[in-house]
């Protein structure tokens, strides 16, 4: 049950900062991933011995929520994406979705170079964080070019 109160505290808190974003001119997705990152690190300032905080790394159901999430925000993309627009703006589209990819795969190889341990199996270690961090920021690269 705290894992759902949790929840809707980072929802709430993504929604006003979201907000806030657009009220500067910036997509909507600036400000809330803004809200994770100020949630998460005055939790881990505030409240380090809190327990909860901890589980929700190993939370199935909060991992479930982030899947549906990412599911539906990509589904979304896809439905309200039009042809018309998509070829008027593809250089612009072109650009945001490459650096949406490749930047976030260059500095996931970079920061496993610079963070993890030699061994004989770093490099696909590099290699497997800088796919993971690509992949993730796809979803918010759908929403920006939404907005």
Not at 20 to 31: D, I, T, Y
Not at 84 to 103: M, Q
Request: proline residues 3%; aromatic residues 6%; hydrophobic residues 65%.
């Amino acid at each position: 049950m705290e894992s759902i109160g949790v929840l809707l505290l980072l929802l709430l808190a993504a929604r006003v900062f979201g907000m806030l974003a657009e009220r500067l001119l910036l997509p909507s997705a600036v400000g809330e991933m803004v809200a994770g990152m100020v949630l998460i690190s005055t939790a881990q300032i505030f409240l380090t011995d809190q327990v909860h905080i901890e589980e929700l790394r190993s939370s199935e159901a909060l991992a479930h929520v982030a899947d549906l999430g990412i599911f539906f925000l990509v589904l979304m993309a896809g439905v309200e994406m039009q042809l018309n627009d998509t070829l008027r703006d593809a250089r612009e589209s072109f650009v945001v979705a490459l650096g949406g990819v490749l930047l976030p795969f260059a500095a996931g190889i970079f920061l496993g170079f610079v963070f993890f341990a030699e061994a004989p199996e770093k490099p696909a270690l590099v290699l497997l964080l800088g796919v993971a961090i690509s992949i993730t920021a796809i979803a918010a690269s759908a929403k920006i070019l939404l907005e």
